[in-house]
């Protein structure tokens, strides 16, 4: 499987989750677990583009496709993505648990919708949970980032 | 001093590298540790007749299994946290149950293994032979004793607690008007996104051991350990990296992994390390709020609050680890904002065979709060009184401060409100909530609190200049998100004239900093803000010092400002902070860095040794603060706007005013998540969240597709404003802010649909089934 532009190896074990695999496997910590049953949306990843939770999938399944990860969006060194810039401008994150996934989410969506109204931005993190920030800041976050982004 | 970042909205440094996924979380750490799995009770009340673990250990990949009967501290009680003289029948868990199991999740049996996979495998070949029991599940039920959790604890009772300020038995007798209401609140959880975590090295060459622990106290788990294992506290280290969110139940101490995953690494050899799962966070992990408060009021024809009495039934679950904390803050403050010159407060507190209590955000706080809101409420309807007019005519005064409660403190100390100005927190409240929208269904809600935060005993901090000119600083607290990495640099910065870029913050690090108690009642800006500052001024006063002898100036007349120290008025009599670094310690080599500057055949400013006598090397201090006793008491008021639908009884905010007072605000944007990130935690308790128990104490609803945690599109943009009424209490003026936004939620929500819907609320959580319900007709 590809992630990150790289191609890596496949799980040994058929029936690890792809993100015990990113995690444990390869190292890409940036994936965070938070309730193994697909409702958080802390373990989002893109899928050949498109948002996934790593944590129902198994690695396997992966095979033949490009994952993308939160440490996929800016290399080190270089600057931020305008998401990522967004959520630290907007102070869309506080304790970072939940974050990887809403910026994988809102790189994806702003990918397909550009210029959201309020409504869509709501729908569109509306498969994230985050219990630090109350999301008025998240949503602010998208916002920018659709700004940051034309 | 300068103020330059304290006030500001710095953005946070902390950011970069959670945003980039190269934030550290404990179970980010590997290092091929061995990985675990516990084996819980799924009984509420069982007797233990056998557990059998042979088919788990010799199953491959299993390394060691472990229960009570295999651990040296097997037949320990774990801690009494906060011993108090009134908690006659304190009771606490051990590592593991052996005999009797109290709770659902209580731990029973601990596997080790290659990887976890192989670790939950083995933990289901664990055989325990059960003799289910009679649960106790409410308060209600645990107060008619007809099954006791703890044989030799009568009656169920924990504690039974009474304060009285004033007489409030004959001014009830003689009110004009008396009411009476049941108010009963439901248990609540905090979920952390992040859920518990520990990993632990044991290094058998030093003799040291190395734990990374996702916690709200690195501190008081070092302590635990090396009393445990026998080991100095100095070859132990506690780290919390970053952890995923704590709310409270992170600052619960010595639950079993916390002992057990240490053991199998000093008795393994390796690293162990156990990540809890979701749905043991479920029933393992402490929670709050659930309390049955019988209210009994008098009232003049004004509306004016003559007497109070409150006798509650506290939830405290299975043990009661953490003391009477809870029920002693309910009781305390429960008065808010409000005169009550007549008050009598009994509690109970009651096992029950659910998990234990401890604080969560609020800890007994929204209870009080939901309590004299209630009646607040309930007198402006006896006397067809405006909601808002009945709290003014009641409120404490600005001038009336410190305004003793008369009540007794969780410190210890007796409930002395510090500043404030309540009155101001009601008119902006109600200013900028504006007229009621047209429509149906809409209600308005108001609801005002208080909040003791920032209590001692005390915290620490260390401060040190490097030789390059940066700075670094630590704390023994650790941070959940709260932005402490911002904030203290923020006040470091402000003390020594340099930028917050050159700041860098640890906290919660025990290699670091080895003293102080935790993150928990909104203390940490207040208890290590006010150490930062205390250290950092230490080290100005150093710098100067040292400073003064080579620029041949009075240390009086010299102030620190743009990474210098410089005379005061004189342009150019100025040496860099790095090189006053460098010449805090005298040296014989130079190493580089411009170190020559301090070494031995230099020219040097000053008679006498090298290092003056009475001195220490190093730009460096260390700072504590500890109040006398007492909190800064933080006040606010929310406001709001809520429609119900008449169809679906769904809920919506049109429009969320929050009105706050911290004191001294460090950084309005860190502070401003706070608020909003605690306003989305109360709606969630209030209206979505539920622990759904059944009689047999099961948690019906233990995962996140049955427990409702809100989502953006349930959560508003809240409106804020802030006042400043500096504490008198530290020399910074600043009161704590985690906890405020979640206080007074429920007691607004109340509020609201009360006046939405024209039927009295009396309970929380709400939902729409139960909103139903209760607009039936009857």
Same mark, same amino acid.
């Given at each position: 499987?590809?992630?990150n532009?790289?191609?890596?190896p496949?799980?040994?074990?058929? =029936?690890?989750?792809l993100?015990?695999?990113l995690?444990?496997?390869l190292?890409l910590?940036g994936?965070h677990?938070?309730?193994?049953?697909?409702?958080?949306?802390?373990c989002?990843v893109?899928?050949?583009?498109?948002p996934?939770?790593s944590?129902?999938?198994?690695?396997?399944?992966?095979?033949?496709?490009?994952?993308t990860?939160?440490?996929g969006l800016?290399?080190?060194?270089?600057?931020?993505?305008?998401?990522q810039?967004? /959520?630290?401008?907007?102070?869309?994150?506080?304790c970072?648990f939940?974050t990887?996934g /809403?910026?994988l989410v809102?790189?994806?969506f702003?990918?397909?919708?550009?210029?959201?109204?309020?409504a869509?931005?709501?729908?569109?993190i509306?498969g994230?949970?985050? =219990?630090c920030?109350?999301?008025?800041?998240?949503?602010r976050?998208v916002?920018?980032a659709?700004?940051?982004s034309? | 001093?300068?103020?330059?970042?304290?006030?500001?909205?710095?953005?946070?440094?902390?950011?970069?590298r959670l945003l980039?996924?190269?934030?550290?979380?404990?179970?980010?750490?590997?290092e091929?540790?061995?990985?675990?799995?516990?084996?819980r009770?799924?009984?509420a009340?069982?007797?233990?007749r056998?557990?059998d673990?042979a088919a @788990?250990? *010799?199953m491959?990949?299993?390394?060691?299994?472990?229960?009570?009967a295999?651990?040296?501290?097997g037949?320990?009680?774990l801690?009494?946290?906060i011993?108090?003289?009134?908690?006659?029948q304190?009771r606490?868990q051990?590592?593991?149950?052996?005999?009797?199991v109290?709770?659902v &999740?209580e731990?029973?049996?601990f596997v080790?293994?290659?990887s976890?996979?192989?670790a939950?495998?083995?933990?289901d070949?664990?055989e325990v032979?059960?003799?289910?029991l #009679?649960?106790?599940?409410?308060?209600?039920v645990?107060?008619?004793?007809?099954?006791?959790v703890?044989a030799?604890? #009568?009656?169920n009772?924990?504690?039974?607690?009474?304060?009285v300020?004033g007489?409030?038995?004959?001014?009830?007798a003689?009110?004009p008007?008396?009411?009476e209401?049941?108010l009963?609140?439901e248990?609540?959880a @905090?979920?952390?996104?992040?859920g518990r975590a520990?990993?632990?090295?044991?290094?058998? $060459?030093?003799?040291?051991?190395?734990v990374?622990?996702?916690?709200q106290?690195?501190?008081?788990?070092?302590? &635990?350990?090396?009393v445990?294992?026998?080991?100095p506290?100095t070859?132990?280290?506690?780290?919390?990296?970053?952890?995923?969110?704590?709310?409270?139940?992170?600052i619960?101490?010595?639950?079993?992994?916390?002992l057990?995953?240490?053991?199998?690494?000093m008795?393994?050899?390796?690293?162990v390390?156990?990540?809890?799962?979701?749905?043991e966070?479920?029933?393992?992990?402490t929670?709050?709020r659930?309390?049955?408060?019988?209210v009994?009021?008098g009232? $003049?024809?004004e509306g004016?609050l003559l @007497?109070l009495?409150v006798?509650?039934?506290?939830?405290?679950?299975?043990y009661?680890?953490?003391?009477l904390?809870?029920p002693?803050i309910?009781?305390?403050?429960l008065?808010?904002?409000?005169r009550?010159?007549?008050?009598r407060?009994?509690?109970?507190?009651l096992?029950?065979?659910? *998990?234990?209590?401890?604080?969560?955000?609020g800890?007994g706080?929204?209870?009080?709060?939901?309590?004299?809101?209630?009646?607040?409420d309930?007198?402006? @309807?006896e006397?067809?009184l405006?909601?808002?007019?009945?709290?003014r005519?009641?409120?404490?005064?600005?001038?009336e401060?410190?305004?003793a409660v008369?009540?007794m403190?969780?410190?210890g100390?007796?409930?002395?409100?510090?500043?404030?100005?309540?009155p101001?927190l009601?008119?902006i409240?109600v200013?900028?909530l504006?007229?009621?929208p047209?429509?149906e269904?809409?209600?308005?809600?108001?609801?005002?609190?208080v909040? %003791?935060?920032?209590?001692?005993p005390?915290?620490?901090?260390?401060?040190?200049v490097?030789v390059?000119?940066?700075?670094?600083a630590?704390?023994?607290?650790?941070s959940?998100g +709260?932005?402490?990495?911002t904030v203290?640099?923020?006040?470091?910065?402000?003390?020594? %004239?340099?930028?917050?870029?050159?700041v860098?913050?640890t906290?919660g690090?025990?290699?670091?900093?080895?003293w102080g108690v &935790?993150t928990f009642?909104?203390?940490?800006?207040?208890?290590?803000?006010?150490a930062?500052?205390?250290?950092?001024?230490?080290?100005?006063?150093?710098?100067k010092?040292i400073?003064?002898?080579?620029?041949?100036?009075?240390?009086?007349?010299?102030?620190?400002?743009g990474g210098?120290?410089?005379?005061k008025?004189?342009p150019?009599?100025?040496?860099?902070?790095?090189?006053?670094?460098i010449?805090s310690?005298?040296?014989?080599?130079a190493?580089? %860095?411009?170190?020559?500057?301090?070494? +031995?055949?230099? #020219?040097?400013?000053?008679? &006498?040794?090298?290092l003056?006598? %009475?001195d220490?090397p190093?730009?460096?201090?260390?700072?504590?603060?500890?109040?006398v006793?007492?909190s800064?008491w933080?006040?606010g008021?929310?406001a709001?706007?809520v429609?119900?639908?008449?169809?679906?009884f769904?809920?919506?905010?049109?429009?969320y005013?929050v009105v706050h007072?911290?004191?001294?605000v460090?950084n309005p944007m860190?502070?401003?998540g706070q608020i +909003?990130?605690g306003?989305?935690q109360?709606?969630?308790g209030?209206?979505?969240e539920?622990?759904?128990?059944?009689?047999?104490?099961?948690?019906?609803?233990a995962s996140?597709m049955?427990?409702?945690m809100?989502?953006a599109?349930?959560?508003?943009?809240?409106?804020?404003h802030?006042?400043?009424t500096p504490?008198p209490?530290?020399?910074l003026?600043?009161?704590?802010?985690?906890?405020a936004? *979640?206080?007074p939620?429920a007691a607004?929500l109340a509020?609201?649909i009360?006046?939405?819907?024209?039927?009295?609320?009396?309970?929380m959580s709400?939902?729409?089934?139960?909103?139903?319900?209760?607009a039936?007709?009857?």
């Open positions: 499987m590809k992630v532009g790289r191609e890596l496949d799980a040994g074990d058929p =029936r690890l989750l993100s015990d695999h995690r444990h496997g190292g910590t994936t677990v938070g309730c193994e049953h697909g409702v958080c949306g802390c989002t893109l899928l050949d583009g498109r996934v939770r944590c129902l999938m198994l690695a396997v399944q992966a095979r033949g496709h490009e994952v990860t939160v440490e800016a290399a080190d060194g270089s600057p931020l993505h305008p998401a810039q967004a /959520f630290h401008e907007c102070h869309g994150l506080q970072g939940c990887p /809403f910026l809102t790189a994806a702003l990918r397909e919708n550009p210029d959201p109204s309020d869509e931005i709501d729908d569109a509306s994230n949970l985050c =219990r920030t109350g999301y008025a800041n998240i949503r976050s916002r920018r659709a700004e940051l034309r | 001093m300068s103020t330059r970042f304290f006030g500001e909205r710095v953005e946070r440094k902390e950011d970069d980039r996924g190269h934030g550290r979380f404990t179970d980010d750490i590997g091929n540790a061995l990985e675990c799995a516990f084996v009770s799924p009984f009340s069982a007797r233990i056998s557990i673990v @788990a250990r *010799t491959p990949g299993v390394v060691a299994v472990y229960t009570a295999d651990v040296p501290f037949d320990l009680d801690p009494l946290l011993p108090h003289p009134e908690l006659t304190p606490t051990k590592c593991l149950a052996s005999e009797v109290r709770y &999740g731990a029973v049996a080790v293994a290659d976890r996979y192989l939950e495998d083995a933990a070949l664990v032979d059960y003799e289910p #009679p649960a106790v599940v409410t308060p209600e645990s107060a008619r004793a007809e099954h006791l703890h030799d604890v #009568p009656g009772v924990a504690a039974d607690v009474t304060q300020v007489d409030p038995d004959s001014v009830l003689a009110a008007h008396v009411l209401r049941r009963r609140i248990r609540s @905090a979920h952390p996104l992040e520990i990993w632990a090295r044991w290094d058998a $060459s030093e003799k040291r051991l190395i990374y622990d996702s916690t106290s690195p501190t008081s788990i070092r302590g &635990g350990l090396a445990l294992f026998g080991l506290e070859s132990v280290e506690v780290i919390a990296p970053d952890v995923g969110g704590g709310f409270g139940p992170k619960m101490l010595f639950n079993p992994d916390e057990l995953v240490p053991h199998a690494a008795q393994l050899g390796r690293p390390k156990w990540t809890e799962d979701r749905r966070h479920f029933t393992a992990v929670q709050e659930a309390q049955v408060h019988e009994r009021f009232f $003049s024809e004016r @007497a009495d006798d509650f039934l506290h939830d405290g679950g299975a009661t680890p953490y003391g904390i809870l002693i309910t009781a305390a403050q008065p808010g904002p409000y009550v010159p007549n008050y407060v009994r509690f109970r507190d096992y029950t065979n659910c *998990t234990p209590t401890s604080p969560y955000r800890a706080r929204p209870q009080g709060c939901f309590v004299i809101e209630r009646v607040m309930a007198i402006a @309807a006397l067809s405006d909601r808002a007019e009945v709290r005519r009641n409120l404490v005064q600005p001038d401060f410190p305004y008369g009540t403190w969780q410190d100390g007796m409930t002395v409100y510090d500043s404030g100005d309540f101001e009601l008119r409240a200013e900028a504006g007229p009621k047209e429509g269904g809409i209600g308005m809600g108001l609801a005002m609190y909040e %003791g935060t920032g209590v001692g005390y915290e620490g901090a260390h401060v040190q490097l390059g000119g940066k700075v670094v630590s704390t023994g607290i650790p959940q +709260q932005g402490h990495g203290f640099a923020q006040i470091v910065a402000d003390e020594l %004239g340099v930028g917050v870029d050159d860098t913050i906290s690090d025990t290699r670091r900093f080895p &935790g009642a909104s203390r940490g800006a207040v208890m290590s803000g006010n930062m500052a205390n250290a950092a001024r230490a080290v100005a006063e150093k710098a010092r400073a003064a002898d080579q620029l041949e100036a009075d240390p009086a007349d010299l102030e620190l400002a210098e120290v410089r005379v008025g004189s150019g009599r100025s040496m860099p902070l790095a090189a006053v670094a010449l310690n005298p040296l014989r080599y190493f580089g %860095g411009g170190a020559e500057i301090a070494t +031995q055949f230099q #020219p040097r400013a000053r008679p &006498g040794p090298p003056a006598e %009475g220490a190093g730009l460096e201090a260390t700072g504590y603060f500890s109040p006793t007492g800064t933080a006040s008021c929310h709001a706007y429609q119900i639908d008449p169809r679906t769904s809920l919506k905010f049109l429009k005013v007072d911290c004191g001294r460090i860190v502070l401003e +909003q990130g306003v989305a109360g709606i969630a209030s209206f979505y539920r622990l759904l128990y059944d009689e047999d104490g099961q948690l019906r609803n996140f049955e427990f409702l809100p989502y599109t349930e959560i508003p943009d809240v409106e804020m802030h006042i400043e504490s209490l530290n020399p003026g600043i009161k704590g802010a985690g906890e936004g *979640t206080i939620v607004m509020s609201a009360e006046d939405a819907l024209g039927v009295r609320v009396d309970e709400l939902h729409p089934s139960r909103l139903f319900e209760l039936k007709p009857r």
